[in-house]
């Protein structure tokens, strides 16, 4: 009996953007059932590739085969009749909408909306993935929007699931359970193309591996024999970089204090803060971890100034009470942000670098008088190129001409370039590849080291592990007490973050 031909085969794929070559003679084969990974760097062309699959963008050259048959794929429509799905890394929700009717479009849905809810309903349980159907999607935070994107795939039954950096802020208890989702579905004869720059999972869950790099196919493996650090190195073409943590120069004095802070959320389905205590020293890195959706947004945006507290003095910057004070206030007093979302918050699209650069570093002498000095606008922006090796055609390139994690090292370069006494970084290498993540980490551990107080917010475990001193928990709108690194595990940390915390409080009458 013959075998069945393959799911997908992609032959001689060609693309081009202007002056860039982002796919060179790309080919990949994905079998019926396979979980096959899709590896490379930042900007490697791995996007384009998945774009052209579902009907995004259209080759310049190559050849598409589903199943056997040559097809054409002209938009995502045509994609979904194939019986292609996708989840983005980049969201495409309207802000506006509900969870529902965000999914009625992109299904097409002709039924009602508490049908459609129901059914949302059903594979939410049935993954383990909560969604609100009722919710504004302007009311989640990353992670939360992450699982509406993937319950929106689901609910088509595809035959080919594309997952671009699904687990970037997931715990590892909701992660292995997507795996096993990805695993059902492919005994079930679903395939999945999966993208990842978290080897570990490509090494639990992928059967197959394809490697581009600068746009060319690099080469491929059997996930489960290579090492991690031989995966790496396909996709950097080199030995992988090692991150160090310095020595701190001095035993720091308080740079960021938190005490006893209490707020009610702006947003209806928002999380309250509930008598939240911190104090972060010079020299220091202290990580919140936290399942999305447990206060992180509310909590990030009382500290740098988004929302004002109800008291002044329940945040501290410096030793200044800065609870009533504005961004631009706790910016003078030293403090830097880094967002989580990167387009909108964290950088303009449809503006160039320089001006990308100078959108919160102006207070720092890049404008007299009233007036943008040019010249070092521009040397600023360069050197964050140079120092992060930010893949983009020069310092004029717009943010949109950016792969997502080369927009991410821009934007953590712009913040760390300020020189602060405070640095908020959330999830500061969510969807970056491993030389850009070591990249982030080492100059973060590198600002502590300088005398900066660093605080992380990641889900991201084992970065939190490598780069932190303490580690504390937020669950409910509660942070657990920051627990040095050394003494508490990623298992530990893992329960908190599943709400062991609050099972804890109750049993304690709190």
């Known amino acids: 009996m013959a075998s069945p031909p393959p799911r997908l085969r992609l032959t001689g794929i060609v693309k081009r953007y202007a002056s860039t070559l982002a796919n060179?003679?790309?080919?990949?084969?994905?079998?019926?059932?396979?979980?096959?990974a899709l590896l490379g760097e930042n900007g490697a062309g791995k996007s384009t590739l998945v774009k052209i699959i579902?009907?995004?963008?259209?080759?310049?050259?190559?050849?598409?085969?589903?199943?056997?048959?040559?097809?054409?794929?002209?938009?995502?429509?045509?994609a979904r009749r194939l019986g292609v799905g996708m989840v983005f890394q980049h969201f495409s929700l309207f802000e506006s909408l509900t969870v529902a009717e965000n999914i009625a479009l992109g299904l097409g849905a002709t039924g009602s909306i508490a049908e459609l809810?129901?059914?949302?309903?059903?594979?939410?349980?049935?993954?383990?993935?909560?969604?609100?159907?009722?919710?504004?999607?302007?009311?989640?935070?990353?992670?939360?929007?992450?699982?509406?994107?993937?319950?929106?795939?689901?609910?088509?039954?595809?035959?080919?699931?594309?997952?671009?950096?699904?687990?970037?802020?997931?715990?590892?208890?909701?992660?292995?359970?997507?795996?096993?989702?990805?695993?059902?579905?492919?005994?079930?004869?679903?395939?999945?193309?999966y993208i990842s720059h978290k080897l570990e999972e490509i090494k639990a869950l992928c059967e197959n591996a394809t490697v581009l790099r600068g746009g060319r196919l690099a080469g491929g493996c059997d996930p489960r024999v290579a090492t991690e650090q031989q995966m790496a190195e396909m996709m950097i073409g080199g030995a992988l970089p090692v991150a160090h943590r310095p020595a701190p120069l001095r035993e720091g004095k308080p740079c960021l204090e938190v005490s006893k802070l209490t707020m009610e959320s702006d947003e209806p389905f928002g999380t309250t803060l509930r008598d939240i205590s911190l104090q972060l020293r010079d020299g220091q890195i202290i990580g919140i971890a936290g399942v999305a959706g447990n206060?992180?947004?509310?909590?990030?945006?009382?500290?740098?100034?988004?929302?004002?507290?109800?008291?002044?003095?329940?945040?501290?910057?410096?030793?200044?009470?800065?609870?009533?004070?504005?961004?631009?206030?706790r910016r003078k007093l030293g403090l830097s942000f880094i967002p989580e979302e990167r387009l909108g918050r964290g950088a303009v699209a449809e503006f160039p670098l320089t001006e990308n650069g100078l959108l919160t570093a102006y207070p720092h002498g890049f404008v007299r008088a009233g007036l943008i000095r040019t010249g070092a606008v521009q040397k600023y922006a360069a050197g964050i190129i140079k120092r992060f090796a930010v893949k983009a055609s020069g310092?004029?390139?717009?943010?949109?001409?950016?792969?997502?994690?080369?927009?991410?090292?821009?934007?953590?370069?712009?913040?760390?370039?300020?020189?602060?006494?405070?640095?908020?970084?959330?999830?500061?290498?969510?969807?970056?590849?491993?030389?850009?993540?070591?990249?982030?980490?080492?100059?973060l551990m590198d600002l502590a080291a300088a005398g900066s107080g660093v605080l992380v917010v990641s889900e991201d475990l084992a970065e939190l592990f490598e780069i932190c001193d303490f580690i504390a928990v937020l669950s409910g709108g509660r942070l657990s007490p920051p627990k040095p690194t050394r003494q508490t595990t990623v298992e530990e940390v893992g329960l908190l973050m599943g709400g062991r915390m609050a099972a804890q409080e109750m049993a304690h009458g709190v």
């Not at 060179?24 to 096959?36: K, Y």
């Not at 310092?395 to 370039?417: H, P, T, W, Y």
């Not at 908020?424 to 491993?434: C, E, K, S, Y």
Request: glycine share 12%; hydrophobic share 40%; aromatic share 4%.
């Open 295 to 329: 206060g992180q947004k509310e909590l990030l945006g009382a500290l740098a100034g988004e929302r004002r507290t109800p008291d002044a003095a329940a945040v501290k910057v410096c030793g200044t009470d800065a609870g009533h004070m504005g961004p631009t206030a």
């Open 24 to 36: 060179d003679g790309v080919n990949l084969t994905v079998g019926p059932g396979e979980i096959h």
């Open 117 to 193: 809810t129901a059914r949302i309903q059903d594979v939410s349980r049935r993954y383990g993935l909560a969604v609100e159907p009722g919710r504004h999607v302007h009311h989640l935070s990353v992670g939360e929007r992450q699982r509406v994107e993937i319950v929106r795939c689901l609910l088509q039954s595809p035959r080919l699931l594309i997952m671009d950096e699904p687990t970037s802020v997931l715990t590892p208890q909701e992660a292995e359970g997507l795996f096993g989702v990805l695993r059902r579905l492919s005994a079930e004869g679903c395939s999945v193309l």
């Open 54 to 78: 579902y009907g995004v963008a259209r080759p310049d050259a190559g050849t598409i085969e589903w199943e056997g048959q040559p097809v054409t794929i002209a938009d995502p429509n045509a």
């Open 395 to 443: 310092i004029d390139a717009r943010g949109s001409s950016l792969s997502g994690g080369n927009m991410q090292k821009f934007i953590v370069g712009r913040e760390i370039g300020t020189n602060p006494r405070v640095l908020l970084a959330a999830h500061p290498t969510w969807g970056v590849d491993i030389g850009a993540a070591i990249a982030i980490r080492q100059a």
